[in-house]
C-alpha cells in the first residue's frame, strides 16, 4: 500500500475542516449561512464556484470517458467549461439583482406564485441528490481504490465531513474551504501530468492507440470484478488474468470501449442527434444547476456577478485540459482498466502505473487522491449547502425566516438521503448520471430561467406546465436510465440523452401556455424586470 496516501486524506480533511472552523467566526446570521450575507468579491467567488463544480465527474469522470471511448466524449469538458458563457450572457447579472436567496425564491419574486415556488423546490431537491449521490460514489470508489477498504466507508466519510462543515458554518465557511480546494485540485492534476508527459517522452513516444488496439506497457495482472467473454472466452468474477509485456488488450463484451484507430476519430458509437443532445445539456444546464446559482447570490451586486463568471470561464477552462490527458495516458499506461471496466480510476492509478513503484510514483499517486478528495467535499458541500437552503425556506418555514438552529436542522435532513442511497449504487458510471443532472437541470430551470429575465409575457401557470412537462420528462429518462432494463437504438439515444427534445419541449410548452394565460401576467412586471435589468447605480 502506498504509505503517502493516509497522511495525505487526513491532511485535506484536517485543512477542510480547519478552513471551516475559521469561515464559522463570521458566520453568525441566516444570511451568511445562506448567501454569504451577498458580500463576497469576485475573486473569491470565481475560485469558491470553480472549486464546487469540478465534481468527481470532473476529477474522475472525463478522464475516465477518454480513455474508453476517445475523442467522441470530449464534448464533455467543452461544454461543462463553456456553459459559464451562457450563464455570463442570460443569467448571472440579473439573477443576482433579484435579491432572491433560492431558484424557489426567484419563482416567488418574478411570477408571484407559491405553486410554482413550491413545484422548483421539488426539481432542486431532485437535481441536488442526483448531482450529490455521483459525489460520494466517487468519494467511495477512489477510498476502495487506493486502500483497499470498503466503498461504503468513503462514502460516509465524505458524507460527514461536508455535513459538518456545511450544518456549523453554511455558505460563509464552504466559501474558504471551496476556494481552497480548487487550487488543491489543479495542483493536484497539473504536477502529475508534467511527469507523466515527461516519462511517455522517455518511453520513446510509443503510440496511444496502435492498429491492433492498446497494448500492455508491462506485465499485468488482472482480477477480473464480474462475469465477461473476453476474446470469445468466458470468465468469471474472481479470476486472475496475466498479460505479457506488449500483449494487446482483449475485447471484453461487457465493456462498450472504443478499441483501435477509431478511438481517436470521431462519430464512434455516438450518433450525430446524441451528440448534440449532450452538448445542449452540458452548455444549457450549468445555469440550471442549484448549486450553481447559489454562487451568484453572493455577489455584492450585478456588476460583481458578470466578473465572477469571466474569472470562472477562465479558471475551469484551464482545469478541463487536465482530465483529458489523463485519459489520453491512460490508454497507455493503464489499459486493463478496459477490461474491468473501473476506467473511472484511471487518473488515481496512473501515476504508479507510470513511474513505477518507487517514491515519485506513491508521492504522485498520493496527490492525485488528494485531490479527488477534494473533489468531492467541494461539490458535495456546495450541492449541499443550496439543497439545505431550499429545505430550511420552504419545506420547514414555507418562505418564513427562522434560526441558524433551523438551517443546522436542515442540513441533516437535506445530506441523509443522498448518503443512504449513495451505499447501493455503488456501479454507476460517475460521468454519465451527472451528464443526465444536466439534462434535467438545462430542461427545468434553464427555460424558466432564460425566460423569467428576458420576457414580460411568462405567467405562472406557462412556467408550471413548462417544468411539469419539459423537466418531468427529463426526470422519467433518468429514472428509465437509471432503473430501467438496458435499451437499444433509437430509445436508447432518446432516453439516454434527452436534452435534445425535452429543452425545445419545456420552452414551447412555457412560451404557449404563458400566452393561453396572458391574463396572469403579474400587475407589477414592468418594476420586476426593471430591478432585474437596471444597473445597481441607476436605482433610487
Not at 66 to 95: H, Q, S, T
Not at 459 to 477: E, H, I, K, Q, S
Not at 518 to 526: N, Q
Amino acid at each position: 500500500m502506498n504509505p503517502y496516501l493516509v497522511p495525505g486524506l487526513i491532511a485535506v480533511v484536517l485543512v477542510t475542516v480547519g478552513i471551516g472552523a475559521y469561515g464559522l467566526r463570521f458566520a453568525r446570521t441566516t444570511s451568511d449561512f445562506l448567501v454569504a450575507s451577498r458580500s463576497v468579491s469576485p475573486s473569491w467567488n470565481a475560485a469558491a464556484i470553480s472549486g464546487e463544480y469540478l465534481s468527481a465527474a470532473s476529477f474522475l469522470g472525463v478522464a475516465g470517458l477518454v480513455l474508453r471511448y476517445g475523442v467522441d466524449v470530449l464534448w464533455y469538458p467543452v461544454g461543462f467549461a463553456a456553459g459559464y458563457l451562457a450563464l455570463l450572457l442570460f443569467v448571472a447579472a440579473p439573477l443576482r439583482r433579484s435579491g432572491a436567496f433560492t431558484l424557489p425564491d426567484f419563482c416567488q419574486v418574478r411570477l408571484r406564485s407559491k405553486l410554482l415556488r413550491r413545484l422548483a423546490s421539488v426539481f432542486v431537491l431532485f437535481i441536488g441528490c442526483l448531482y450529490l449521490v455521483p459525489q460520494l460514489q466517487g468519494a467511495g470508489l477512489t477510498f476502495t481504490t487506493v486502500t483497499g477498504g470498503s466503498y461504503a466507508w468513503g462514502a460516509l466519510l465524505v458524507g460527514v465531513v461536508v455535513t459538518a462543515n456545511v450544518a456549523l458554518g453554511g455558505m460563509r465557511a464552504i466559501t474558504f474551504v471551496q476556494a481552497f480546494q480548487y487550487w488543491l485540485k489543479l495542483t493536484a492534476l497539473a504536477v502529475p501530468v508534467i511527469f507523466l508527459a515527461l516519462q511517455w517522452q522517455s518511453d520513446g513516444r510509443p503510440p496511444v492507440t496502435p492498429p491492433a488496439g492498446a497494448t500492455f506497457p508491462a506485465a499485468t495482472a488482472v482480477m477480473i470484478e464480474q462475469d465477461a467473454v473476453i476474446d470469445g472466452r468466458e470468465v468469471h468474477k474472481g479470476e486472475e488474468l496475466h498479460f505479457d509485456a506488449g500483449a494487446p488488450v482483449p475485447r471484453v463484451s461487457t465493456v462498450d470501449a472504443t478499441f483501435g484507430p477509431d478511438w481517436l476519430l470521431p462519430g464512434g458509437d455516438m450518433t450525430l442527434f446524441a451528440t448534440y443532445s449532450l452538448i445542449l445539456a452540458t452548455f444549457l444546464g450549468t445555469m440550471g444547476l442549484p448549486h450553481v446559482l447559489v454562487r451568484f447570490y453572493t455577489n455584492p451586486d450585478g456588476a460583481s456577478a458578470r466578473r465572477t463568471t469571466l474569472v470562472v470561464l477562465a479558471l475551469v477552462g484551464l482545469f478541463y485540459l487536465l482530465p483529458t490527458l489523463y485519459g489520453v495516458l491512460g490508454r497507455i499506461y493503464t489499459p486493463q482498466l478496459l477490461m474491468t471496466g473501473r476506467t473511472d480510476a484511471v487518473v488515481l492509478t496512473l501515476p504508479e502505473a507510470a513511474l513505477g513503484g518507487g517514491h515519485a510514483g506513491k508521492l504522485l499517486g498520493a496527490l492525485v487522491t488528494a485531490g479527488a478528495l477534494a473533489a468531492f467535499l467541494s461539490t458535495s458541500s456546495g450541492l449541499l449547502t443550496s439543497v439545505a437552503g431550499v429545505v430550511f425556506t420552504d419545506v420547514l418555514h414555507a418562505g418564513r425566516t427562522g434560526s441558524v438552529r433551523d438551517f443546522r436542522v436542515a442540513t441533516v435532513l437535506a445530506a441523509s438521503v443522498p448518503i443512504a442511497l449513495s451505499l447501493y449504487v455503488s456501479n454507476m458510471d460517475v460521468s454519465r448520471v451527472v451528464g443526465l443532472a444536466f439534462a434535467v437541470a438545462a430542461s427545468s430551470f434553464c427555460p424558466l430561467l432564460v425566460l423569467g429575465i428576458w420576457w414580460r409575457g411568462l405567467t405562472d401557470y406557462g412556467a408550471a406546465a413548462g417544468l411539469l412537462v419539459g423537466g418531468g420528462a427529463a426526470v422519467a429518462a433518468v429514472l428509465i436510465t437509471v432503473l430501467g432494463p438496458p435499451l437499444s437504438g433509437w430509445p436508447a439515444q432518446l432516453i439516454g440523452q434527452p436534452a435534445a427534445w425535452t429543452v425545445p419541449l419545456a420552452f414551447l410548452v412555457m412560451i404557449v401556455g404563458s400566452l393561453l394565460t396572458s391574463r396572469r401576467v403579474p400587475a407589477d412586471v414592468g418594476a420586476t424586470m426593471l430591478r432585474l435589468h437596471a444597473p445597481e447605480s441607476l436605482r433610487i
